[in-house]
T-cell receptor, first 111, second 112 residues
């Protein structure tokens, strides 16, 4: 069964800093990997999707990379802002339907 | 921008009662999902639905759970006889194909 782990569990950085969030998965036979943002008590907002054949995807200040062979993905956030404060979840899709989620990294950007 | 909508946003019910959570997926999507998140825990897969039938379900999705697409727009999750441990946030998601999933804001279920 796919296990997804995210490190660190929580991260606090000053505004303007660049940061990296890590995600690892045990089964490298994934279809894709998706990064989400979750604000407290809210739903999941999709940030980036990386297909298994891709190495990275970029959207604005966000860049996600994927290394299937080592079972790792990273989410890079450039020039962090207080509005980036949220929990970031990665989810690996194995099989046709099922997303396996990590427990998330809770990010706090200090003004 | 198209979005997945869920109702109710919060439901409180007594143990043993039936609950129906409703979802309106994005209109041109063909794949529909229910996930749940118990407070402080991971988001967990419950069930996927395609072509008017369940395509995959997890161990959590036992006989107490059922899903239905009663018309062209709604996708519902029914819990027949709620238990305390069913208290969670329930998320509906939809996808156009095998790629990106789009999630709703969730329905918080509290079982007393």
């Amino acid at each position: 069964k796919q296990e997804v782990t995210q490190i660190p569990a929580a991260l606090s950085v000053p505004e303007g800093e660049n940061l990296v969030l890590n995600c690892s998965f045990t089964d490298s036979a994934i279809y894709n990997l998706q990064w989400f943002r979750q604000d407290p008590g809210k739903g999941l907002t999709s940030l980036l999707l990386i297909q298994s054949s891709q190495r990275e995807q970029t959207s604005g200040r966000l860049n996600a990379s994927l290394d299937k062979s080592s079972g790792r993905s990273t989410l890079y956030i450039a020039a962090s802002q207080p509005g980036d404060s949220a929990t970031y979840l990665c989810a690996a899709k194995t099989g046709a339907n099922n997303l396996f989620f990590g427990t998330g990294t809770r990010l706090t950007v200090i003004p | 921008e198209p979005e997945v909508t869920q109702t109710p946003s919060h439901q409180v019910t007594q143990m043993g009662q039936e609950v129906i959570l409703r979802c309106v997926p994005i209109s041109n999507h063909l794949y529909f999902y229910w996930y749940r998140q118990i407070l402080g825990q991971k988001v967990e897969f419950l069930v996927s639905f395609y072509n008017n039938e369940i395509s995959e379900k997890s161990e959590i999705f036992d006989d107490q759970f059922s899903v239905e697409r009663p018309d062209g727009s709604n996708f519902t999750l029914k819990i027949r006889s709620t238990k305390l441990e069913d208290s969670a946030m329930y998320f509906c998601a939809s996808a156009a194909g095998a790629g990106e999933l789009f999630f709703g804001e969730g329905s918080r279920l509290t079982v007393l």
